[in-house]
């Protein structure tokens, strides 16, 4: 079995930026609001220990989840609002510097936030559509290439 760059855990990523339909409206044609990043992911023990630490996740729960696909690449887009309206709030809780602040990043409590990350969604939605016409194309050319 070959290695794919996945699981040698090299990640490759790709970015891009759109300009929501909100931020057209206020003349901001210049200035994108969502960011696109596109990397590939293979699922495998490692990648689910991982996401299990860093994220407080029971690997069983993952195991559940991404079972199905446990030995497969694959890729994984992440929608960001790179310029939200609502600010969070950051409070300390004594005078002892030690002591941890509390942190209220307030997500999607804004409901142009919430309309710019939705829109974010769907326009992923129509990529995602396109992207499986092409598939057939894209394994047959993989194929000869391989060859």
Known sequence: ?????GSLGLATLTNGFLV?????S??????????YIVSELTVNKAMLMLLSESRNIKESVLKQYFGPVDGKDGFVISILAVRPKQRGEVK???SNPIDYPTV???YLSNQQDMDVLMEGCFFNFGFNSELMK???ILSFLFCIKSM
């Open 134 to 136: 092409y598939s057939l």
């Open 26 to 35: 206020r003349g901001e044609m210049n200035w994108p609001d969502i960011q």
């Open 92 to 94: 300390l809780v004594s």
């Open 104 to 106: 209220d990043p307030k």
């Open 20 to 24: 929501s339909s909100i931020a057209k």
């Open 1 to 5: 079995m070959q290695p794919t760059p």
